[in-house]
T-cell receptor, first 119, second 110 residues
Framework: GAVVSQHPSWVICKSGTSVKIECRSL??????MFWYRQFPKQSLMLMAT?????????EQGVEKDKFLINHASLTLSTLTVTSAHPEDSSFYIC???????????????FGNGTRLTVT | RKEVEQDPGPFNVPEGATVAFNCTYS??????FFWYRQDCRKEPKLLMS???SGNEDGRFTAQLNRASQYISLLIRDSKLSDSATYLC???????????FGTGTKLQVIP
């Protein structure tokens, strides 16, 4: 089945530093990947849609200058949390669809998530 | 009204019991539906898609009621390993618009 790999699985950083999270589709090409954030006991919230070769689309309330997204190839999207603060501590998850021509009937496959703790 | 609503639970059921979850959605134009399970501190994993005619996968049965705008998940003969949070996922407004419910927590008790 489709595999999405996310790295790192967890990271602890100091306030003010930047953290990069990678999301790779291992056995399929993904022109679009999605980035989510999940706070404890809450649902996944879509942050942005990453588009290969073009700018990401951000959801309302998500700062594009703080959460930098780069989708330079068909198998890799990165999310960089810039100048991280303790309130950015969360579980960040990426996902992608595994069909060559993605359709709404194909399910999402998720990376294993990155638990970010900002001290 | 939230786009996708679920009873957060928790549902505490004994092993072997049958349990059902419902999920309602507000957008009548929603196109596809899924159930995912999420274990604590892990990523969601696809449990099953939900088809208009209803579908079954082993002990799990999913149904869709478009008229009333809800989907359901039935788990028969509950196992301890079924303990997780079950997320209802609805796709509407084009293939990129995916909305997650807040999840229903299931705890199967020995």
């Amino acid at each position: 089945g489709a595999v999405v790999s996310q790295h790192p699985s967890w990271v602890i950083c100091k306030s003010g530093t930047s953290v990069k999270i990678e999301c790779r589709s291992l056995d399929f090409q993904a022109t679009t990947m999605f980035w989510y954030r999940q706070f404890p006991k809450q649902s996944l919230m879509l942050m942005a849609t990453s588009n290969e070769g073009s700018k990401a689309t951000y959801e309302q309330g998500v700062e594009k200058d703080k959460f930098l997204i780069n989708h330079a190839s068909l198998t890799l999207s990165t999310l960089t949390v810039t100048s991280a603060h303790p309130e950015d501590s969360s579980f960040y998850i990426c996902s992608a669809r595994d069909t060559p021509i993605a359709s709404y009937n194909s399910p999402l496959h998720f990376g294993n998530g990155t638990r970010l703790t900002v001290t | 009204r939230k786009e996708v609503e679920q009873d957060p639970g928790p549902f505490n059921v004994p092993e072997g019991a049958t349990v059902a979850f419902n999920c309602t959605y507000s957008n009548s134009a929603s196109q596809s539906f899924f159930w995912y399970r999420q274990d604590c501190r892990k990523e969601p994993k696809l449990l099953m898609s939900v088809y208009s005619s209803g579908n079954e996968d082993g002990r799990f049965t999913a149904q869709l009621n478009r008229a009333s705008q809800y989907i359901s998940l039935l788990i028969r003969d509950s196992k301890l390993s079924d303990s997780a949070t079950y997320l209802c996922v609805v796709n509407s407004g084009g293939y990129q618009k995916v909305t997650f419910g807040t999840g229903t927590k299931l705890q199967v008790i020995p």
